[in-house]
């Protein structure tokens, strides 16, 4: 997902693509760009002087654009405020694409999740259940909500991993998902229900 942006952005400002839409994006990237560089990271190369400040240099070639994304991912996966941002810069300007926003943190909170950071995980699932339910996306909120379980579960909140595991159910079914459907009813029936 952060690939993808890194590239369609990094693309569009050097074709001079994008209008306003397109210059905002590539703000954004900038942006990430010179806080990964300011973290110590190696995700930016050295870039060009605008005003006595220099800003990274917009990644051109695969290799480029592929370590840049990673440097982005990993930021991302050490603070939720830059998950956060990292997540926004996947959206429109406008706000209008919660759907990838929604997939990026959902990403991230799997990524938490194996790493054994829970609370973490917690923290970006919760924001890909929003966008996910902002969105209408039935079977990724589903799949957001059945995640989530998983950290309540980790966690020893079963009155919320019913909750996510309950609203998992209820998408899957009305999706049509019965492997999703049953796997949820399981360990809803494990939980007593």
């Given at each position: 997902m952060v690939l993808s942006a890194v590239g369609t952005v990094a693309s569009g400002a050097l074709s001079g693509a994008g209008g306003e839409m397109g210059r905002r994006a590539s703000e954004r990237l900038y942006g990430l760009l010179s806080r990964a560089r300011a973290d110590g990271g190696a995700g930016a190369a050295a870039g060009s002087v605008d005003g006595g400040e220099r800003r990274p240099a917009l990644p051109v070639t695969e290799p480029e654009q592929t370590a840049a994304a990673l440097r982005l991912t990993e930021l991302a996966r050490s603070s939720p405020e830059f998950a956060r941002d990292?997540?926004?810069?996947?959206?429109?300007?406008?706000?209008?694409?919660?759907?990838?926003?929604?997939?990026?943190?959902?990403?991230?909170?799997?990524?938490?999740?194996?790493?054994?950071?829970?609370?973490?995980?917690?923290?970006?699932l919760d924001e890909a259940v929003q966008a996910m339910t902002e969105d209408g996306?039935?079977?990724?909120?589903?799949?957001?909500?059945?995640?989530?379980?998983?950290?309540?579960?980790?966690?020893?909140?079963?009155?919320?991993?019913?909750?996510?595991?309950?609203?998992?159910?209820?998408?899957?079914?009305?999706?049509?998902?019965?492997?999703?459907?049953?796997?949820?009813?399981?360990?809803?029936?494990?939980?007593g229900e």
């Open positions: 990292v997540a926004e810069f996947r959206r429109l300007p406008n706000g209008g694409d919660s759907y990838n926003a929604g997939r990026v943190y959902m990403s991230l909170g799997e990524a938490h999740l194996q790493a054994g950071d829970v609370d973490l995980a917690r923290v970006c996306a039935g079977l990724q909120l589903a799949d957001a909500a059945e995640t989530r379980a998983s950290c309540h579960r980790l966690s020893h909140r079963p009155a919320e991993e019913r909750a996510d595991l309950r609203t998992a159910a209820a998408r899957y079914e009305e999706h049509g998902d019965h492997a999703g459907l049953d796997r949820v009813r399981a360990r809803l029936a494990e939980l």
